[in-house]
């Protein structure tokens, strides 16, 4: 895959698995086409909620060891969400900028609700394969009944299959609300944030709706780093 010039910018890893992990800036910015590149696999049906979602291949694989142990365990878990290339994030993200037009005054009001649970283009983890979302993207989902015994079986057991919650209710960090459904695959997704807090800025979040607001609220500190501490 061939890369321009003016974007490409790649730091190798040693992984655990004994390969190199080559990142891009594409890559960062979900500007990667996941259908064609070979390091993003579709997450099998019984796995997902719907066809077609794409995951980095090491991420699936431990995703499916988890959903296994937890089936064994009375606990059932299916992916509802996964890869989001820069095109998906902007249609959401242009989406709920014109539903909110009639009710805030500008810009920055407009990105500061949008971003309590969606992130701008550019910054979101989805873009990465590394990150899903399980089973609901209703908060009060996982307070009660089934969906609070599947939320306590992943705080137990998630961190065995590499996953862990970056948006926790913790009061000390920045950014999104909390996201029970939200789970990253650590081992590859915290060597993406390192580079991309090394190589992109606000010069790269750009072509959507009231992107200029990006700067103002400082997302790639407040969001993109406002996750919990990793395990």
């Given at each position: 895959m061939k890369y321009p010039l003016l974007l490409f910018f790649a730091l190798l890893f040693h992984c655990s698995q004994?390969?190199?992990?080559?990142v891009t800036n594409e890559w960062l910015l979900g500007q990667v086409d996941y259908a064609k590149d070979v390091r993003f696999k579709t997450i099998p049906k019984k796995y997902a909620s719907k066809e077609n979602l794409k995951l980095y291949n090491t991420a699936l694989d431990s995703l499916i060891k988890m959903i296994g142990q937890a089936k064994k365990e009375g606990i059932e878990l299916k992916v509802i969400s996964a890869v989001r290339s820069f095109g998906d994030q902007r249609?959401?993200?242009?989406?709920?900028?014109?539903?909110?037009?009639?009710k805030f005054k500008n810009d920055v009001d407009i990105a500061k609700d949008i971003l309590q649970y969606s992130s701008m283009p550019g910054?979101?983890?989805?873009?990465?394969?590394?990150?899903?979302?399980?089973n609901?993207?209703?908060?009060?989902?996982?307070?009660?009944?089934?969906?609070?015994?599947?939320y306590e079986w992943l705080c137990l057991n998630a961190e065995r299959f590499g996953f862990y919650q970056p948006y926790t209710a913790d009061k000390n960090r920045?950014?999104?609300?909390?996201?029970?459904?939200?789970?990253?695959?650590?081992?590859?997704?915290?060597?993406?944030?390192?580079?991309?807090n090394q190589n992109i800025?606000?010069?790269?979040?750009?072509?959507?709706?009231?992107?200029s607001a990006a700067i103002t609220l400082e997302v790639i500190k407040n969001y993109v780093n406002g996750i919990a501490i990793a395990p």
């Amino acid at each position: 895959m061939k890369y321009p010039l003016l974007l490409f910018f790649a730091l190798l890893f040693h992984c655990s698995q004994s390969q190199y992990l080559i990142v891009t800036n594409e890559w960062l910015l979900g500007q990667v086409d996941y259908a064609k590149d070979v390091r993003f696999k579709t997450i099998p049906k019984k796995y997902a909620s719907k066809e077609n979602l794409k995951l980095y291949n090491t991420a699936l694989d431990s995703l499916i060891k988890m959903i296994g142990q937890a089936k064994k365990e009375g606990i059932e878990l299916k992916v509802i969400s996964a890869v989001r290339s820069f095109g998906d994030q902007r249609r959401i993200w242009n989406t709920k900028y014109d539903e909110r037009k009639a009710k805030f005054k500008n810009d920055v009001d407009i990105a500061k609700d949008i971003l309590q649970y969606s992130s701008m283009p550019g910054t979101s983890r989805h873009h990465w394969g590394t990150d899903i979302d399980l089973n609901s993207l209703s908060p009060e989902y996982f307070t009660k009944g089934k969906g609070k015994k599947e939320y306590e079986w992943l705080c137990l057991n998630a961190e065995r299959f590499g996953f862990y919650q970056p948006y926790t209710a913790d009061k000390n960090r920045t950014g999104y609300q909390s996201e029970p459904w939200h789970w990253s695959f650590y081992p590859i997704s915290q060597q993406l944030l390192q580079v991309y807090n090394q190589n992109i800025n606000y010069s790269n979040l750009v072509g959507f709706k009231g992107s200029s607001a990006a700067i103002t609220l400082e997302v790639i500190k407040n969001y993109v780093n406002g996750i919990a501490i990793a395990p």
